[in-house]
């Protein structure tokens, strides 16, 4: 009795293992079908619901599951390039950055885009052609901290392992980011001195992989300053652009627009029914002196205040005024005259003005009208009201340049919802170091705004309501649950030390792989068939055993993928098809040796041990030498090689054990009282 359930054990604890380990790529299909018709319906808060409820059993589901390769299900093959340009720009020291240095990495940049050429190489040759005529020497631009060893080949050499460190990282980091994000064997490779190519397979969300990739993740806390110092420079910069004989451009507008205001004159001398209201009117208009251009028609005012200001009118300007916010931006506001009150501010421009603005600011004509320790950075997120616009209007924060704080310090970043208006957030946790700072920072700037800055843009920007003390904060503005998800694993995975570009962007299509799969299960079933319709007919009896060890064997293997985090690829179902052969290969050994055994005169039971005794050997040695060859195509080999020594080398483990012990368990638990099996041979053997 002991020995039955031995047996039975033997034959169904594999399975319920099986069925374990098998269970993630059922609930994996499951969530995934239903997450895929939530998202047709578009409903943001059904998908929303959908990834709170399910979001992180999905996940977990899908890292466990059997995944299908990128020939099989799609996916995207990507190109990168980092951008090491930026790099040595970003290396130079800020204040010593003049015309040129930009003009020598304007033409470094236009020589090595689309071409996989050494960028410092570039780099040193066009500064050798374009400075050192200047008498500049990269001593004038580059700092390695140490004054002593400093020199134009120290320089170079820092240079080549930070661009050598910089690739070197991007790959780690975009490894980190996809693997955390859910895709799993993920094929990733240098190409050249800055490329790096993947394959990612299963991706169908484009626009999320490529922010998921292109994204530096630069995560930096840093004090808000909207006060009247950036609207002073802000001021200063429409003077050094503002028509230098104001006279002549005055003169000239008037003049384009004398038939106009002569129209006015006469329209205003034809109504002298009102002409009490109007002249008071115009009695004020000249009184005020604060307004120069008060002697111009109405309508060309405008205009005439704009050439003047072409920097601050890319801006709307609210000042706050106790608990309100009034427009300074219009013709009687601050820029009028200069007077500049102190206090709180808050600006907005469309995209459009912004990226105008930014020009400006970084032209010759404006260079050192911005405080040196001040920047100005626009929202992540437009307006709510403008966002479906064609030019969206954002809300433009001035900030310190030197953040208080920066994203190293961040140990998780979890996805969640706020409870207060169940918007998706992202909640930090800091280390001790981080949190230690975290608490002097919130605690000396209490009622003051931070700013939470992710690649040069804020995502939100709270007043410090008390001293926080524990290192936790929180980054809001996202526009669902996907893109909070999104941004946990890009702050995680850590940040890039330079850019990176997508330069290459392949789709592989569902069809192809639905092709593929067809044909694979196609070529499977047949194998199969003809595999279990040999077995019956030759063996009979023992061929039934066989056949039903080899079904185990190809549910052992499933889950033998699932369990190392395997990729299930066309050639490696061409490892599973060889693996059903191998495995019925081993039992015709067996049955072989009980058939010849029988024919010498042995008992059933005798026959069994002596065929299973003697055919050992052969088996063994026969997987081994097979094993041998899969290890080495599985080291030497990449891509689809890899794929079928995967799931070749598990195959033999599974027909080991199949083939030697499922299928003796059950033959003994078969066996007949009578002592007769049929294994095929004659009837008087």
Same mark, same amino acid.
């Given at each position: ?35 895929? /018709? ?9 998908? #929303? ?31 990168? /390039? ?28 236009? /020589? ?18 374009? @400075? ?24 170079? +050499?820092?240079?080549? =392992? +930070? ?61 808000? =300053? ?10 200063? $910069?429409?003077? @050094? ?40 009117? *115009?009695?004020?208009? $000249? ?58 501010? &808050? ?19 404006? =260079? ?16 709510? #009201? ?16 030197? %953040? ?7 140990? +998780? $970043? ?64 996202? @526009? ?16 890039? *030390? @330079? ?15 639905? +092709? ?35 079904? &185990? ?9 699932? %369990? ?22 081993? #039992? ?7 058939? /010849? ?85 004659? *009837?008087?053997?």
């Amino acid at each position: 009795m002991k020995q039955t359930w031995s047996r039975y054990l033997i034959i169904f604890a594999p399975l319920v293992i099986a069925g374990i380990l098998l269970w993630p790529t059922f609930r994996s299909y499951q969530l995934g079908k239903q997450k895929a /018709e939530v998202e047709t319906s578009k409903d943001t808060v059904r998908i #929303n619901s959908f990834m709170r409820d399910n979001g992180e059993s999905y996940r977990a589901a899908k890292n466990s599951s059997v995944k299908l390769g990128l020939d099989l299900q799609g996916g995207m093959y990507v190109m990168l /390039e980092v951008d090491i340009v930026k790099l040595i720009e970003e290396s130079a020291l800020r204040e010593s950055i003049d015309e040129t240095f930009t003009s020598v990495i304007n033409k470094t940049k236009a /020589e090595t885009q689309n071409t996989d050429e050494n960028v410092l190489e570039v780099f040193l040759a066009n500064f050798k052609a374009i @400075a050192e005529p200047k008498g500049r020497s990269l001593i004038s631009y580059f700092d390695i901290g140490d004054s002593k060893e400093i020199s134009d080949n120290s320089i170079i +050499d820092k240079l080549k =392992r +930070d661009i050598d460190d910089a690739v070197n990282q991007a790959m780690e980091v975009i490894r980190q980011r996809v693997d955390k994000y859910g895709v799993s064997e993920v094929s990733i490779q240098k190409q050249g001195a800055r490329r790096i190519v993947l394959e990612l397979p299963g991706v169908s969300n484009e626009k999320e992989m490529r922010d998921l990739l292109s994204g530096t993740a630069r995560l930096e806390f840093k004090l808000v =300053r909207n006060n009247q110092d950036i609207v002073k420079a802000l001021y200063a $910069a429409d003077k @050094a652009l503002a028509p230098k004989d104001k006279k002549a451009a005055l003169a000239a507008t008037t003049d384009t627009t004398k038939k106009d205001s002569t129209d006015v004159v006469a329209k205003t001398d034809s109504t002298k029914a009102d002409s009490t209201k109007k002249d008071s009117t *115009k009695t004020a208009q $000249a009184a005020d002196t604060s307004n120069p251009y008060a002697h111009l028609p109405k309508d060309q005012q405008g205009k005439a205040y704009a050439a003047d200001h072409k920097v601050s009118t890319l801006l709307q300007v609210m000042f706050k005024n106790g608990n309100q916010y009034i427009d300074a931006t219009t013709q009687g506001g601050f820029f009028m005259t200069g007077n500049i009150p102190n206090g709180d501010y &808050i600006f907005y421009a469309s995209r459009t003005s912004f990226d105008k603005l930014m020009g400006y600011l970084a032209s010759d004509a404006l =260079r050192g009208v911005m405080p040196p320790d001040l920047q100005l950075v626009r929202a992540a997120k437009p307006e709510a #009201n403008t966002a479906a616009s064609l030019d969206p209007v954002y809300q433009v924060y001035c900030l310190k340049r030197e %953040a208080e704080l920066k994203g190293d310090v961040i140990t +998780d $970043a979890i996805p969640t919802f706020d409870p207060m208006d169940n918007k998706p957030v992202v909640s930090m946790q800091m280390d001790l170091d981080g949190a230690e700072r975290w608490a002097a920072i919130t605690g000396a700037n209490i009622k003051k705004q931070i700013a939470i800055v992710l690649d040069d843009q804020v995502y939100s920007a709270p007043v410090v309501q008390g001293k926080i003390p524990n290192g936790s904060s929180q980054i809001s503005g996202m @526009a669902d649950s996907k893109e909070a998800n999104l941004l946990s694993v890009i702050l995680k995975a850590g940040a890039l *030390k @330079a850019p990176v570009q997508i330069i290459e962007e392949r789709v592989v299509g569902p069809s192809l792989g639905e +092709d593929n799969i067809q044909a694979g299960i196609n070529a499977s079933i047949l194998a199969v068939v003809l595999v279990i319709a040999f077995m019956i007919l030759y063996y009979r009896t023992g061929g039934m055993v066989a056949n039903v060890a080899v079904l &185990i064997n190809v549910i052992l293997m499933l889950a033998g993928l699932a %369990a190392l985090k395997g990729t299930l690829t066309l050639p490696g179902i061409g490892g599973i098809i060889l693996t059903i052969g191998m495995a019925v290969d081993a #039992n015709i050994l067996i049955f072989e040796r009980i058939r /010849e055994e029988i024919r010498r005169g042995r008992g059933l039971r005798s026959a069994i041990d002596e065929g299973f005794s003697k055919a050992l050997s052969a088996i063994v040695d026969s997987n081994i030498t097979t094993a041998l060859t899969g290890i080495i195509l599985l080291i030497l080999g990449t891509g689809p090689i890899q794929g079928f020594a995967f799931t070749l080398l598990i195959g033999i483990a599974t027909t080991m054990f199949t083939a030697i012990i499922v299928s003796r368990a059950i033959l003994e638990l078969t066996m007949p009282a009578s002592g007769t099996y049929n294994f095929g041979q004659p *009837k008087n053997a």
